[in-house]
């Protein structure tokens, strides 16, 4: 399978922590994007990275990838209640037909107040 | 503004019954795309279309069909040939390019079986 694979699949934090999630993916990517989900609604596009990128910046979320490693991680600091949702990676395979994406499962975050 | 809108956002299918999800987009996207999400599974891909008039099957497109008559329509039927059609339906569209572009969602339809 090309998917990305989020780690943990659940996380609970404190609001003012900051919250890290990983994904894993076997292919050679073009971009891997993260995105978020609200229970019960659509996917909202975060942040794309792009192959010859380590790292990227959007407000208080921090990507990083290392294609070495295959791997990338969302880093969501000084976390707000309202960051409760699942995240989700989403790789653009190299060779892979243009338009498709691979979605991993998610990553449940959960902060409490 | 502008969006992606899928209807109805509940939706029942009683048996042996053929049923359509609508979804249009005004963000003047070529591409379109239709994905089935089940609790722990992700999204799946059931069809995509780059262009007016053309799509092709996703990685689960057995008992569904769509089609791509005008650049802001791809409505997807879910056939009584899908025997397990209870999920959470997306849709989503993007602007073509060399590199998958970001994918704008819907809010999903829920089909449940009576």
């Known amino acids: 399978s090309q998917q990305g694979e989020e780690d943990p699949q659940a996380l609970s934090i404190q609001e003012g922590e900051n919250a890290t999630m990983n994904c894993s993916y076997k292919?050679?990517?073009?971009?891997l994007q993260w995105y978020r989900q609200n229970s019960g609604r659509g996917l909202v596009h975060l942040i794309l990275i792009r192959s010859n990128e380590r790292e990227k910046h959007s407000g208080r979320l921090r990507v990083t990838l290392d294609t070495s490693k295959k791997s990338s991680s969302l880093l969501i600091t000084a976390s707000r209640a309202a960051d409760t949702a699942s995240y989700f990676c989403?790789?653009?395979?190299?060779?892979?037909?243009?338009?498709?994406?691979?979605f991993g499962r998610g990553t449940q975050l959960t902060v409490w107040p | 503004d502008g969006g992606i809108t899928q209807s109805p956002k509940y939706l029942f299918r009683k048996e042996g019954q053929n049923v359509t999800l609508s979804c249009e987009q005004n963000l003047n996207h070529d591409a379109m795309y239709w994905y089935r999400q089940d609790p722990g599974q992700g999204l799946r891909l059931i069809y995509y279309?780059?262009?007016?008039?053309?799509?092709q099957k996703g990685d689960i497109a057995e008992g569904y069909s769509v089609s791509r008559e005008k650049k802001e329509s791809f409505p997807l039927t879910v056939t009584s040939a899908q025997k397990n059609p209870t999920a959470f339906y997306l849709c989503a569209s993007s602007h073509r390019g060399p590199s998958n572009q970001p994918q704008h969602f819907g809010d999903g339809t829920r089909l449940s079986i009576l």
């Open positions: 989403a790789t653009d395979a190299r060779g892979s037909t243009l338009g498709r994406l691979y």
């Open positions: 292919t050679s990517i073009n971009n």
């Open positions: 279309s780059q262009i007016v008039n053309d799509f």
